[in-house]
């Protein structure tokens, strides 16, 4: 069985990268601060590295008939993701918001309709460190929080491609 692994390239622009896979080169938008080395929560980097796909989170009300070789999870309205590096809860998902600093993953924009998270700082959540990296949709600005950005239709075709020894390469 041939695994599909997936390189993230840097490119003379600070926060475009090229996703390559089976021979494609597609458009990412990675960090404000580029690739590197992470170094704490709210930096902006891109964390250079090897990661695994982790779990396929999508709103059931804009996305359907997926069938990912990896774990899913619907997003409904409370959803949120716990970015308070204080939090008991920190770097997880959660159901709804807790009294602690957490990110809206039910947004009317479509840059969570569809999303994978990585294995960074997932098992064991190190504090402070920086909270996961996602692989989501595009949005209009021209950088990301830290996270990977492809248009939609991009992120459907990988999914098809993702299995579970499929391996995220940033550098």
């Avoid at 021979?23 to 580029?34: A, D, L, S, T």
């Avoid at 807790?98 to 098992?123: A, M, Q, V």
């Avoid at 996602?134 to 209009?140: A, E, G, I, S, V």
Wanted: hydrophobic share 35%; net charge positive.
């Amino acid at each position: 069985m041939m695994v599909t692994n997936f390189y993230v390239l840097k490119t003379n622009k600070k926060n475009i990268a090229h996703l390559m896979y089976d021979r494609k080169i597609i458009k990412c938008k990675v960090g404000k601060n580029g690739i590197g080395i992470k170094t704490r929560e709210g930096d902006r980097v891109t964390p250079r590295g090897t990661y695994k796909f982790f779990e396929v989170f999508y709103r059931s009300d804009r996305v359907n008939d997926i069938k990912p070789k990896i774990p899913t999870k619907k997003i409904e309205r409370k959803s949120v993701w716990c970015v308070d590096s204080k939090s008991p809860f920190y770097n997880t998902f959660q159901k709804r918001k807790k009294n602690f600093c957490c990110e809206n993953l039910y947004r009317k924009d479509h840059l969570y309709d569809i999303f994978i998270t990585t294995s960074f700082n997932i098992n064991p959540v190190k504090k402070f460190k920086g909270s996961a990296i996602f692989l989501h949709c595009l949005d209009k600005n021209d950088f990301t929080e830290g996270c990977l950005a492809i248009e939609k239709n991009h992120l459907f075709e990988i999914l098809k491609l993702i299995k579970p020894s499929s391996k995220l390469i940033i550098y």
